[in-house]
């Protein structure tokens, strides 16, 4: 809650049971000792705009979108949570609006799923590898979740001392691809790892941003288009007749 704005983040894998849910539960320890909410992911603009704001009028430490069954659809109300310190919708159940902080913790779990458009830049995504053919079935020694619940307290102190170890040798800065809007995520968060010697927390992101495949499909369209018209103006009606006879021109439509 200190972070004005932070992104999500998305934990996803290849097949059910491998931890996602778990590590998620994990996660949101660190933000807070109660519950998370678990809510479904909205399926339209406006129920995203109206779940949002009762969600987060109740000021929970963190939001887990659980049991993803689409990827992350770039909704208005949903890209504002992640890059507004407020977001302002309308109440379910009421013609009324109102603003709400949105500082919080903010992560989705399921099979297969990732942040489309927009919200690349904005879903840090996290992938689940077992390396077991059935995970739901394996067993392990110890459980972190009633770990830290239990030493809750020495967990998050150990995270605030990272931090103030970065900030005591002089916040010596990384030189890493910055990411609009996460200035201060990358400054408390991202930069005291770096500075530990572990891997870019960010670098899955920035591969994610890096690999759009809607603009790789537009790269390309345009790739073609220009081979075929230059900088001139065509109808519909040409673009028809000329895919009809190219099949470069019509793939990437």
């Known amino acids: 809650p200190s972070l004005s704005v932070a992104p999500a983040f998305n934990i996803t894998a290849t097949t059910s049971g491998s931890g996602k849910s778990y590590l998620a539960d994990v996660i949101t320890l ?20 109206k779940l949002i704001v009762t969600v987060l009028n109740e000021k929970p430490a963190a939001v887990i979108f659980d ?13 504002r949570m992640l890059t507004s310190p407020t977001t302002t919708e309308r109440m379910l159940g009421t013609n009324r609006s109102a603003t709400v902080p949105t500082r919080a ?20 995504p996290i992938r ?18 009633r770990d ?7 967990a998050v102190a150990c995270v605030l001392t ?13 030189e890493v691809r910055p990411i609009a809007t996460y200035d201060e995520w990358s400054r408390f968060c991202r930069q005291p790892l770096i500075w530990m010697g572990q891997p870019d927390p960010a670098q899955s992101l920035i ?7 809607d603009r790789q499909a537009l790269a390309a369209l345009l790739d073609v288009w220009f081979g075929l018209f230059g900088t001139k103006s065509v109808t519909v009606r040409q673009i028809i007749a000329r895919a009809d006879e190219n099949t470069a021109l019509m793939e990437a439509l």
């Open 30 to 49: 660190f933000a807070g000792p109660d519950e998370p909410y678990r809510v479904s992911y909205p399926s339209g603009a406006d129920e995203a705009g």
């Open 67 to 79: 049991d993803m069954q689409t990827n992350w659809k770039p909704f208005g109300a949903v890209n």
């Open 105 to 124: 913790l903010f992560l989705g779990t399921g099979n297969n799923i990732e942040p489309e458009r927009d919200l690349r830049r904005r879903v840090v």
């Open 128 to 145: 689940l590898a077992p390396r077991n053919e059935t995970p739901a079935l394996r067993s392990f020694r110890n459980n972190p979740v």
């Open 148 to 154: 830290v619940k239990r030493r809750r307290a020495e």
């Open 162 to 174: 990272i931090i103030s170890a970065f900030h005591a040798a002089g916040e010596p800065m990384a």
């Open 207 to 213: 591969d994610q941003v890096s690999h759009d495949p």
